[in-house]
């Protein structure tokens, strides 16, 4: 309810009277029709006052609408794609009082997350789940599951995934009743790329966008009694060869409808109940919407509005902080312009996300050498090991998160063959408000277990421009560099990036008994531990590893010849670059004269959505919490460090 004084009327008066899914039971179609304008501004204002995904979720109010007035969640399964496109059902589905917590520390998650709310089903930070998740659900119910249908919906960008299609295959073979709802519109996160996309435009450039309340009526007859039903089934036929062809999902098993205004709510509604009542098997229906619908600032930006910092709410101007320094994502770039200026054989590659990872600039340049392959990572990779087999020299961008599901990929296409691809891993480390799903933790542990792999991350963004052009001279073996989001330290940047010597680390200060060496860019923060440690009077080594493989064995065992401690740092989970240097010291007995080694990575835990700052202060990773592991380390009390 609202807390307005009771002489100021509310702007959201049906939004008011749901706090749940089942208040909407008893609204009208034209109260649901108000209820979605009611929406969209709220979640609108919303995302102003915290920022986040903003236009896909606008694209899907209506969606989001229909969906909970017909379907009966929580006990039907509503399965949203990818997440961002969740903050609306979110207000739906008692969570409207902490919708202004999103993304923020103990607040909502961007995403859909089971723990959250039994409104969220099934969690999704990444895409192209849903359906194959649909079709999990619609099985255990027919294997005796207290669970309703299932309800998958989909983007088209997210539809680009692979997976996608092998539950589409699955799940036509299996022929249980469950829905896909489509939601086409022409946008992912960047301009729609490959022949599907080409082929959705087509299912609705040669058919004229069909009235919802007449394919309501189609839907009816699809389930009339058997007498009706061949004669409606050769009229369908002959429609169908007329103006399209066939469909490509009706011949996976989906009974196809669409494509249908995914705006309209007074064609929506009786589509769904006509559906929800008669429907026995697959259903797919295609839904057309617009992304930022409804907030023209967001209709008029080429993405749709898809990600935002907090805004103006009248202008849609962003508020950002000036940046300090070059975002490591732009030195990426820029870098590897530079190299491809002086080789022409150099190529970069994404999937989705050409902005993300600085190729769009790359692609402005050369527009032949880019390719984005849409959301489908395992394609990216094999894509990339097909050119460099071909004697192209890929840069194969993609962030952390993403690269974990071309793993299999990266194992039998890439290592096994020594196919020089070089993997450029950005998001490297914890992320902020986007939470688990997109924290880049692994990416060291399971490339730095395959044989001759070359792995690297920058301690700065000048060693990155150092390590493009390293990763740009290798050609007999696949390599990869890893750097974090967001600004760079602020260093003097090189005119041209130099070839490093493979394997070889760099000594940054020199102190005595103790060594921190670090891997990655936590070497600010270790950086600013050691002047908080030497205004202690405490003056400690200062080592950039560089390389997790291979190791920098000479300077390491010189950091034990000339120290009695080393402490290890790095961002990245456990059975990274500390384990190799472990075990390599293992081997080599160092261990068995006493020496102290000791290792911080990212604790054995998904750590849930805050700032940058916030994570790496639940990590134990921040410059205090360093200079803190020091002093034990060093036997000096708390008292003493006082």
Not at 75 to 88: E, L, N, S, T
Not at 234 to 243: F, N, Q, S, T, V
Not at 356 to 365: M, N, R, S, V, W
Not at 413 to 420: G, N
Request: aromatic share 6%; charged share 25%.
């Amino acid at each position: 309810m609202s807390d307005l004084p009771q002489n100021q009327a509310s702007t959201t008066p049906v939004l008011d009277r749901v706090r749940l899914p089942a208040d909407m039971k008893g609204l009208s179609d034209r109260e649901l029709i108000q209820l979605a304008g009611e929406l969209r501004r709220e979640t609108v204002a919303a995302v102003s006052e915290t920022g986040g995904h903003l236009g896909a979720g606008l694209g899907v109010v209506e969606l989001t609408v229909a969906l909970h007035a017909v379907f009966d969640a929580p006990r039907d399964k509503i399965i949203w794609d990818v997440g961002h496109q969740c903050y609306p059902h979110k207000i739906l589905t008692g969570r409207r009082d902490r919708i202004r917590t999103l993304r923020m520390e103990d607040g909502l998650s961007g995403f859909t997350k089971r723990s959250e709310s039994a409104y969220d089903p099934f969690g999704a930070g990444h895409s192209s789940t849903s359906i194959s998740a649909a079709v999990g659900f619609s099985t255990a119910r027919e294997l005796g599951a207290e669970t309703g249908d299932a309800i998958a919906v989909i983007g088209d960008g997210a539809l680009t995934g692979g997976m996608a299609f092998e539950a589409l295959n699955h799940g036509g073979h299996l022929k249980n009743r469950m829905f896909v709802v489509l939601n086409d519109n022409e946008m992912s996160i960047a301009p729609p790329v490959g022949a599907l996309s080409t082929y959705l435009t087509r299912l609705y450039s040669e058919s004229p966008l069909q009235d919802l309340k007449e394919v309501a009526k189609g839907a009816a007859r699809a389930f009339l009694p058997e007498p009706f039903k061949e004669g409606a089934k050769r009229a369908k036929e002959m429609l169908k060869g007329m103006a399209m062809g066939g469909t490509l999902f009706e011949e996976l098993g989906f009974t196809y409808i669409g494509p249908v205004d995914g705006h309209d709510l007074e064609s929506l509604l009786p589509l769904l109940r006509t559906l929800k009542a008669r429907a026995r098997g697959p259903v797919l229906i295609h839904a057309l919407t617009k992304k930022g619908k409804g907030y023209a600032p967001a209709e008029s930006r080429p993405d749709g509005g898809h990600a935002t910092a907090k805004f103006n709410l009248a202008t849609g101007e962003q508020k950002k902080a000036p940046s300090n320094a070059t975002s490591y994502t732009k030195v990426f770039a820029e870098a590897l312009i530079s190299e491809a200026e002086r080789d022409e054989k150099i190529v970069g590659v994404t999937a989705a996300m050409p902005d993300g990872t600085g190729l769009k600039e790359f692609g402005a340049h050369f527009p032949r050498r880019m390719f984005d392959v849409g959301i489908a990572e395992q394609h990216a990779v094999t894509f990339s090991a097909g050119l460099a087999a071909s004697g192209i020299k890929p840069f194969c961008a993609i962030y952390s998160t993403f690269l974990q599901r071309g793993y299999d990929q990266i194992v039998h296409d890439v290592a096994i063959q020594k196919l020089p691809v070089r993997f450029a891993i950005d998001r490297a480390g914890l992320v902020g408000a986007d939470g688990a799903t997109h924290a880049g933790a692994f990416d060291t542990a399971f490339l730095a277990n395959l044989p001759d792999f070359v792995v690297m991350a920058a301690g700065d963004e000048a060693d990155l421009v150092h390590m493009v052009a390293t990763a740009a001279a290798i050609d007999d073996r696949p390599s990869a560099f890893r750097y974090p989001r967001g600004e760079g330290m602020g260093v003097d940047m090189p005119q041209q990036g130099v070839p490093l010597e493979i394997g070889k680390g760099r000594i940054i200060q020199e102190g005595a008994k103790l060594a921190i060496l670090s891997y990655g860019a936590r070497l600010s923060e270790v950086l600013k531990a050691s002047e908080a440690l030497r205004a202690r009077g405490i003056v400690v080594t200062v080592a950039d590893a560089r390389f997790c493989k291979p190791l920098d064995k000479d300077m390491i065992l010189q950091l034990v010849a000339e120290h009695e401690a080393i402490l290890t740092i790095e961002e990245g989970a456990i059975g990274g670059f500390a384990s190799h240097v472990q075990n390599f010291l293992m081997e080599k007995g160092v261990f068995d004269r006493g020496f102290r080694l000791r290792s911080m990575v990212l604790p054995d835990d998904f750590i849930n959505h805050a700032s940058p700052e916030k994570m790496y202060q639940v990590a134990g990773m921040n410059a205090a919490q360093i200079e803190a592991k020091v002093l034990e380390m060093m036997d000096i009390s708390v008292a003493k460090r006082a």
